[in-house]
């Protein structure tokens, strides 16, 4: 089995494959490193056909804190593995570099992902916080401990929601925009109540529930499960699911525009946790 830097790969029932982001000390923010080790992960499972359904973890204590902001989590220099996108243009300077780069690692991987051909489950603990919303989101399923909080912050710091946005989807227009707004964590129960999660367990249980639900799921014909997740997924396209987060992501990018001229960084700096105030310039 092939090893990577940022995640665990398991095998921890027959048909089933968890992967785990594993950057624990970094509440499992999502580095560039990560990004790619994921979509690796990924692919090696979908390609995998005695695996029919994918598990999504994080390492205690959190499922993921989002974006890595800091210094040394950022993308400075490019993309620096294997684009999977070829799109180019993520050495160039300024908003041309910075649009290829995030619709390369956020919008792009994310549509991926939640394409991928077989069920997938989000297994959600802790802090589900902006970047690790948008993992959650693009996996099929998400059972949540009951514990577990998510959020969306970025209003705070300028900007109009991450970059996958499908709020008004996951919990309908108006809580959309009042997560949005507020910036309110929610819990468990409160995003269970909306939709956005199919189930709710006390923490000591999650990973045997998550596990429970897949090998029921694993039962099922794969052809059968790969189809009727298409189905979905066509009729939230055929919605305009799609062109609303294009739509969207060109709006985050006009924020970031904003920021850069304001603030001479692409965030607003009041909105940024004091441990990374400094360091998320260009």
Request: net charge negative; aromatic share 8%.
């Amino acid at each position: 089995m092939v090893s990577y830097e940022t995640i665990l790969v398991e095998r921890p029932a027959e048909h089933v494959a968890r992967i785990v982001m594993n950057r624990p000390d970094a509440r499992n923010a999502q580095n560039l490193q990560m990004t790619y080790d994921l979509n690796a992960a990924f692919d090696a499972a979908s390609y995998d056909d005695s695996v029919k359904v994918i598990i999504l973890a994080g390492a205690e204590p959190h499922f993921s804190a989002g974006h890595d902001l800091r210094a040394s989590g950022k993308d400075h220099a490019g993309v620096d593995f294997p684009a999977v996108f070829g799109w180019g243009g993520f050495d160039e300077p300024n908003a041309h570099g910075r649009f290829a780069r995030e619709q390369e690692i956020y919008l792009q991987m994310t549509r991926r992902w939640r394409n991928l051909p077989k069920p997938t489950i989000a297994e959600v603990q802790g802090r589900c916080i902006a970047g690790g919303l948008m993992l959650a989101w693009a996996m099929d399923m998400i059972v949540a401990s009951d514990d577990a909080q998510f959020c969306d912050p970025v209003v705070a710091m300028g900007v109009c929601g991450v970059e996958w946005f499908v709020h008004p989807w996951e919990v309908g227009a108006r809580k959309a925009k009042e997560f949005l707004f507020t910036a309110d964590a929610w819990s468990a129960d409160e995003a269970h109540r909306l939709g956005m999660v199919n189930h709710v367990v006390p923490r000591a249980e999650l990973s045997a529930f998550v596990l429970d639900l897949a090998g029921r799921i694993a039962a099922k014909p794969s052809f059968a499960l790969k189809l009727s997740k298409e189905a979905v997924n066509r009729s939230l396209d055929i919605m305009g699911q799609q062109s609303a987060i294009d739509q969207a992501f060109a709006l985050h990018h006009l924020c970031h525009a904003h920021n850069l001229q304001e603030f001479k960084m692409i965030v607003d700096p009041a909105g940024l946790h004091p441990s990374v105030k400094q360091k998320a310039s260009v």
